[in-house]
C-alpha cells in the first residue's frame, strides 16, 4: 500500500460554484411529502420532514414545478417564474429551541447534544476531499458564527479543534494535531486524539463542515439547502439535489468506459449506477475513479494472510467477520465485535486477495439492522453508539 495514496491534504483554493442546472432531484429519506407532482415549490420552501425529530428537514434548493415524485426521489424542474420563500431567524430561547430550530432548517442535529466536552474535527474526511482544509483556510467566518451556535446547543466545558500541523486554529480553542493520513479523519478518531479514550460518551463531535452548514443558515436565516464538496481537485460550493453528470461536467470530467462514479471518496464513496444519481447534503466528495486505477474487487476466497487485521485501527478480527458476513452468518459477526467497526476502509484496500470486506461489514450491519429485534442487549447498546458516529459515512 502506497502511504502517500492515503494522505489527507488537497487544494485550499476559494470555492467555486457550478453553472446553474435545470433539474434537481432529492432523496427522499423522509416522511410527510408536503408537495406533489405539478406544484409549484420556491427556493428554501419545506418539502418533507425528516423520520427522525432531528435528522434536519428537506427543502427545496431551487424555485420551480415539481416535475415527479417516485420512489424515494422528487425532481424539481427550475424555474425563474417562481419566488424563493423568505427566510427567518432561528429560535434562540433556549439551547433546545436552538437544536430544533436548526432542525427545522435542514442540519441534522442528532450528534451535536449537550456534552461535556465538544471535538471539532477539522482533517479532511479522506483521500481525496480537501472540504475542512479549504474552510477552516477561507470560511472562517462562517465556522465561528457556527461554532457559537454549536457551543449553545452543546454547553461544553472545554472546545478543541482536531487538525494537522499548519492548519489555522479555530479562535482560542487549543488545537490538537494529527498525522494527515486516513483514518485520521474519521470522527471517532478525531475524538479519541483528544480524550485518549475510544468511544467517550460525554463528548460531542462535530465537522468542519457541520460548523459552516449551521453558520451558513445562522447568517442567511435560510433553510440549508446546499454542501461544500470536492471534485477533480477543486472545492465546490453545490445546492443539494444537482446531478453527479452535471457536477462532473462543470469540473472538465468525462467518464470513459470502465470508469467508476463514487459518492464520496475513493475509500468510503458509494459507486453510482447513473450520471443523474444527485449530490444530498451530506455529500463531500464526488470521484472520477478511472478504469486503470480503482481495484477490481472479487468474490475470491480469503488466503489468511492477515494484512486487514494488522491494519484496523478498532483492532477486530476483520477477516473473521468479513467471512461470517460473506455467507449470511451475521449473528457471528455480530458476536465478533461487528459494531466496533468504524468503516475506514483499509482492510479492502491492502487484502491483497481483492475481496470486497468493506461491503461485507456494511451488508451485516444492513441486515442486522432488519431483524434487530433478536440482537442481545450488548450488540444493540453498541451498535446505537456507533451509529451515532458514522451515520455520516454511511450516507
Given amino acids: 500500500m502506497a502511504r ?16 446553474a442546472a435545470d433539474v434537481f432531484r432529492l432523496g427522499l429519506a423522509y416522511q410527510g ?32 414545478v415539481v416535475e415527479k415524485v417516485e420512489g424515494e426521489s422528487v425532481t ?25 430550530s436548526l432542525t427545522r432548517k435542514g442540519v441534522d442535529m442528532r450528534r451535536i447534544k449537550p456534552a461535556k466536552e465538544l471535538v471539532v474535527n477539522g482533517v479532511n474526511p479522506e483521500p481525496g476531499s480537501s472540504v475542512h482544509q479549504q474552510l477552516l483556510t477561507h470560511e472562517m467566518e462562517t465556522l465561528l458564527a457556527g461554532l457559537a451556535k454549536v457551543q449553545a446547543v452543546v454547553g461544553p466545558s472545554r472546545i478543541f479543534l482536531v487538525a494537522p500541523e499548519g492548519q489555522p486554529a479555530l479562535g482560542p480553542n487549543p488545537v490538537v494535531r ?30 468542519v463542515l457541520d460548523l459552516w452548514r449551521i453558520g451558513r443558515v445562522a447568517r442567511t436565516g435560510r433553510p440549508l439547502t446546499e454542501t461544500v464538496l470536492t471534485c477533480g481537485g477543486d472545492n465546490w460550493r453545490v445546492p443539494i439535489g444537482v446531478s ?22 475513493r475509500m468510503l464513496g458509494a459507486a453510482q449506477y447513473e450520471l443523474s444519481a444527485a449530490v444530498s447534503r451530506d455529500t463531500y466528495a464526488l470521484t472520477l475513479v478511472a478504469a486503470s486505477e480503482g481495484p477490481e474487487y472479487e468474490d475470491a476466497a480469503c488466503i489468511n494472510c492477515g494484512e486487514c487485521d494488522r491494519v484496523c485501527p478498532a483492532r477486530i478480527p476483520v477477516s473473521l467477520m468479513a467471512r461470517q458476513a460473506e455467507f449470511g452468518y451475521y449473528d457471528r459477526a455480530a458476536d465478533l465485535d461487528l459494531y466496533s467497526c468504524l468503516e475506514c476502509g483499509l482492510c479492502a ?25 433478536w440482537l442481545p442487549d450488548e450488540h444493540r447498546a453498541l451498535r446505537d453508539r456507533a451509529r451515532a458516529w458514522l451515520r455520516r459515512i454511511w450516507s
Fill in 178 to 207: 494529527v498525522e494527515p493520513v486516513h483514518p485520521n479523519g474519521l470522527d471517532s478518531l478525531a475524538a479519541r486524539a483528544v480524550t485518549e479514550r475510544e468511544w467517550p460518551g460525554d463528548v460531542a463531535v462535530a465537522t
Fill in 244 to 265: 453527479a453528470g452535471h457536477m462532473l461536467e462543470a469540473a472538465g470530467l468525462k467518464p470513459g468506459d470502465g470508469d467508476r462514479v463514487a459518492l464520496g471518496g
Fill in 349 to 373: 484496500w491492502v487484502c491483497p486477495a481483492r475481496r470486497p470486506m468493506l461491503q461485507y461489514i456494511r451488508l451485516a450491519k444492513t441486515e442486522l439492522d432488519k431483524t434487530e429485534d
Fill in 4 to 19: 502517500d495514496e492515503l494522505r489527507l491534504l488537497g487544494d485550499v483554493a476559494p470555492l467555486r460554484e457550478p453553472p
Fill in 33 to 64: 411529502l408536503a408537495v406533489g407532482e405539478g406544484e409549484t415549490v420556491g427556493a428554501g420552501q419545506r418539502i418533507a420532514k425528516h423520520q427522525d425529530d432531528l435528522g434536519g428537514d428537506l427543502h427545496a434548493p431551487v424555485s420551480g
Fill in 76 to 100: 424539481i424542474r427550475a424555474s425563474r417564474d417562481v419566488q424563493p420563500e423568505e427566510s427567518g431567524k432561528l429560535d434562540t430561547a433556549s439551547a433546545d429551541a436552538l437544536r430544533r
